[in-house]
């Protein structure tokens, strides 16, 4: 096996709430991720999909350090980045760049394309003064964009062009890695492919590595090469693409391939769909139970009668990772 | 004979930088006990012609300038406010995308709910709380004596937006308005929704309008769908027809464009570009710019538009160069 380039160990962030009263000891925290262990490979997609508040894009950042993780280790490249200093960090951070979901939000509105574009490049010093400009317009064009755009501002642009800058953005320092959360969810269909197209281009073009994370599993399984399906900060399921969509064994994966709509009325009339009863249940002091037990409204299952078991191989020498509770088990 | 019978609406919108016609020329009808789908991308014009449906229009800047709507044989567009809001609320309600921003969050959930019982139906404020209650039930929520004393920010997403719904039908109206209910929820979630519309819908032979983007839900829910781009219904018809015959050039790129349809690392098929200015002149074709069928001067040189060519059984296209040619392919 390749060495991988990002390496997660039981990596763990939660987040303190309000202490229920001066008096009272007891802190609320909120278990975002919980013990994650995950390997990305050198120009590997890998897909991090779940329900909003399951911790995905808590992860992703966390693995970014924009937020600190409370406990496990982080990776890059063989070297333990966790417990180094911020100002250590800064050389790991052009390697390493996030795309956000809202383009609307992502981009400072009083900055001009150029602005945004020269900041990163100029501050990590990439290219020299002179050739800035030059590099700006590389950029744009490397994203689809016109440079004579250069001088415009954020509010001058479509939702979809923006999502261009914001990614040209995370382009200029030339990194390996890039985090996308939810890149294409705020876009508009027709727009959502066209983003796609690029990013898989681009991804091809520069070998990237992705991280790229999104409730929506049509368009994960569309780029990705392995996905990671997690539930209340933990990853239940873990498999090749193709064999998670066709042979998905836990009942959670399972529900949540049933409920994406298909589009063509026929098929959804007749299909047979796995529902999954209620919400998620609070991330806050989750206890050691397992989370579908409650989920799916029945007693815990054989195997998670002392909580979640372990994320296992399901079989050995077998890629197909999975936790081996409500397996069987059918809704509706 | 159908339940709304929508003619000829034009809403425009009078702002400084020219006259948006968002919406120009729409006819359709629902029928008790259907459920339309009207599918398009964002600034298509769905929800403005809803809003001019509810006489919710901001006006100033927006006016309907023309068109007639028969509800039961009475004209919605002629109405002043106090007819408006017998009707509103009553036999025709709305469910909005958002549901944090359409709830009053200093208001207890009861009170917001039996507000219309009140208004309309003159109950007292018992009774009213007893049909709230049913009401909640019939949405899925449990404990609802201690759920109507709670306040909106203590639901999540999923239960804000089944209050929502529990609130539109609490009236029992005769039409249902749901502009994207699903679009800011979970897959999961999503389901349990569309389930809920469609369980409510069956039970009390309620007409709904569903409005949205994902041609997923459209195919899940609707009887009937429009597609509407640029302020115009391009094609409509039965869902059946309009997903398995789709015959204006829009539909089928736009069909053609879902990325759960591609195998991984295909290119997708994207619609290039962006939808036009709807303040200038656009005549012929509103898709011509983005069409890649064109046939040369055709398209905007026809001044027959909007025209729309029968299929037969209710399927109707909007007759332009290019739907003629692909309907002369097609019966070879």
Not at chain 1, 38 to 60: A, H, R, Y
Request: aromatic fraction near 6%; charge should be neutral; hydrophobic fraction near 40%.
């Amino acid at each position: 096996m390749k060495k991988p380039l990002l390496e997660l160990k039981n990596l763990k962030t939660h987040f303190t709430l309000q202490k229920k009263s001066i008096w009272n000891k007891e802190t609320l925290k909120v278990h975002a991720v919980d013990g994650v262990n995950l390997k990305i490979e050198k120009g590997q997609v890998l897909g991090l999909v779940g329900e909003s508040g399951c911790g995905k894009s808590t992860l992703g950042r966390s693995l970014m350090r924009l937020v600190q993780p409370t406990s496990g280790q982080v990776f890059y490249d063989g070297q333990e980045v966790t417990s180094l200093s911020m100002k250590e960090f800064a050389q790991y951070r052009p390697k390493m760049q996030m795309i956000f979901q809202d383009p609307y939000a992502s981009l400072d509105p009083r900055m001009t394309v150029y602005d945004a574009l020269a900041e990163p490049l100029f501050v990590h010093k990439i290219v020299p003064k002179t050739e800035l400009v030059a590099e700006v317009s590389r950029l744009m064009d490397v994203v689809g964009l016109a440079p004579r755009f250069m001088q415009k501002y954020p509010h001058e642009f479509s939702g979809g062009q923006r999502q261009r800058i914001a990614i040209a953005r995370a382009l200029a320092l030339r990194p390996e890695l890039i985090v996308a959360d939810e890149p294409v969810s705020a876009l508009d269909v027709s727009i959502q492919s066209q983003i796609l197209n690029l990013i898989q281009d681009l991804k091809r073009e520069l070998d990237l590595t992705l991280v790229f994370i999104s409730h929506d599993l049509s368009v994960v399984k569309y780029l990705c090469d392995d996905i990671a399906v997690m539930y209340q900060g933990k990853i239940v399921e873990y498999a090749e693409a193709n064999e998670l969509f066709h042979n998905p064994q836990h009942i959670y994966t399972k529900s949540l391939i049933s409920a994406i709509p298909i589009p063509d009325p026929k098929v959804e009339r007749t299909r047979n769909r796995i529902d999954l009863p209620g919400e998620p249940q609070s991330p806050i002091n989750p206890g050691t139970g397992c989370p579908f037990a409650k989920r799916v409204g029945s007693k815990t299952c054989s195997a998670c009668r002392d909580g979640l078991p372990e994320l296992k191989a399901m079989n050995a020498n077998d890629d197909h990772l999975i936790r081996t509770c409500h397996v069987e088990e059918l809704i509706g | 004979m159908a339940l709304l019978e929508v003619n000829d609406l034009r809403t425009y919108f009078y702002t400084r930088s020219g006259v948006f016609k968002a919406v120009d020329g729409i006819s359709f009808d629902v029928s008790k006990g259907e459920t339309l789908g009207i599918v398009g991308e964002s600034g298509s014009g769905k929800s403005v012609s809803s809003y001019s449906l509810m006489g919710l229009v901001p006006s100033p800047p927006g006016k309907v300038v023309s068109g007639t709507a028969l509800f039961d044989g009475q004209d919605l567009l002629k109405m002043n406010s106090s007819q408006l809001q017998k009707i509103r609320g009553k036999r025709m309600s709305m469910i909005f995308q958002d549901p944090m921003t359409c709830l009053n969050p200093f208001l207890k959930i009861g009170f917001q709910l039996i507000e219309p019982l009140l208004i309309h139906d003159k109950l007292s404020k018992k009774e009213a709380m007893k049909k709230a209650e049913q009401a909640l039930e019939d949405v899925g929520i449990t404990d609802v004596k201690k759920r109507l004393n709670a306040y909106p920010h203590e639901f999540s997403g999923g239960m804000r937006q089944r209050v929502m719904i529990a609130m539109a039908l609490i009236t029992e109206p005769e039409l249902l308005i749901a502009d994207e209910p699903t679009t800011a929820l979970d897959v999961t979630v999503q389901a349990q929704i569309l389930d809920l519309i469609n369980d409510l819908q069956k039970r009390k032979n309620t007409a709904v309008i569903f409005i949205t983007h994902d041609l997923g839900v459209i195919a899940r829910v609707a009887d009937k769908v429009n597609v509407m781009y640029a302020g115009q219904i391009l094609e409509s018809g039965s869902a059946d027809a309009v997903f398995d015959q789709p015959t204006h050039a829009y539909t089928r790129a736009l069909l053609k464009s879902i990325p759960s349809r591609f195998e991984k690392g295909e290119t997708l098929y994207s619609i290039e570009g962006l939808p036009p200015n709807l303040s200038k002149e656009l005549p012929g074709c509103r898709f011509q710019y983005r069409c890649t069928q064109k046939q040369k001067d055709h398209c905007w040189k026809d001044a027959r538009f909007p025209e729309y060519a029968d299929l037969g059984q209710g399927h109707q296209v909007q007759s332009c160069a290019c739907t003629a040619e692909y309907l002369k392919e097609a019966q070879k």
